[in-house]
């Protein structure tokens, strides 16, 4: 099997991205997609994103974990593939996509600047905390959020001291998130920079990433009702860059930069 493809990433969010409105792609194959998501064997990448026709908005986005699971949104992945999607000539500046979780719209704001829509789901999951967790005394629960995919929100003091890896993997894998788990995230506010700083675990690529999407406007949205915030854009600060998460009425946006980082043709050779 041989495809073309581009490599891309958002904030350091990293993705494999094809252009599947041939649907020549087999999605339902979860260990080969685990398999190009591998660094050492593969294309290496946080994730895959796959470009498709909707009926239903300019086009239709679907996002498979490093581990071969399709996910229903991914707020960075959704990003780059609008820049690939206008780069390709699909979408004009302003459009709209649809994704597991419904449909968003979004914004090339330039050349490597993106800004889309994100769902915040607020009926039907009443989880908060597990009450046989015990936190260390530096971090603190604030509120799980649902902005696409479910997102734990934990404030802390320090939080480049704090074990992410660790932590992260032992509340993923909590029972009381069972069967979907969730993505937990560590968040502080940095007053020199006046912005949050925020550290994601994610599930399905089991470990911290450089930036989430999602779990920054989790974590803000968090904050800013924990501390009845008005303001209307929050300044986030990742390990893979900035971004920005903006609130307008009802509507919740992030917007941050994207990047082409190459492009090339997967050869599937059998060197059995």
């Known amino acids: 099997m041989e ?18 409105r041939t649907r ?16 050492h064997t593969g294309i290496g990448a946080d994730g895959l994103l796959l470009l498709e026709h909707s009926s239903k908005a300019d086009f ?3 996002y498979f974990n490093s581990d071969g699971n399709e996910s229903e949104m ?10 690939f999607s206008f780069f390709l000539k699909v979408i004009d500046q302003k459009h709209s996509f649809e ?24 009926k039907g999951d009443l989880r908060t905390f597990p009450v046989d967790f015990e936190l260390p005394n530096s971090i603190s629960f604030v ?23 660790d932590l992260g993997r032992k509340l993923r894998f909590h029972p009381y998130y069972a069967p979907q788990g969730a993505n937990v995230n560590f968040v ?26 999602s779990g920054v406007t989790a974590s803000v949205l968090a904050i800013s009702n924990k501390y009845k915030n008005p303001q209307h854009a929050y300044p986030v600060i990742t390990r893979g860059g900035r971004l920005i998460v903006q609130k307008e009425k009802e509507m919740i946006f992030l917007e941050g930069p994207v990047k082409f980082i190459f492009k090339g043709k997967y050869i599937e050779e059998d060197i059995s």
């Open 99 to 122: 994704a597991g979780d419904g449909l968003h719209s979004g914004y090339i704001l330039d050349n490597h600047h993106v800004r889309v829509q994100v769902n915040v789901h607020k």
């Open 188 to 213: 502080h506010f940095d007053r020199s920079e006046a912005a949050l700083v925020v550290r994601t675990y994610e599930r399905g690529v089991e470990a911290e990433t450089l930036s989430c999407g």
């Open 3 to 20: 495809f073309d493809f581009v490599k891309m990433h958002g904030t350091g969010n990293d993705f494999i991205v094809v252009d599947n």
């Open 60 to 62: 239709r986005m679907r």
């Open 24 to 39: 020549f792609f087999p999605a339902s194959d979860q260990s080969f997609i685990h398999h190009l998501c591998q660094s």
């Open 74 to 83: 991914c707020v960075n992945g959704s990003r780059c593939i609008c820049h």
């Open 143 to 165: 509120d799980f959020v649902n902005t696409g995919v479910p997102h734990l929100v934990l404030q802390c003091e320090q939080i480049e001291q704090i074990p992410v890896e």
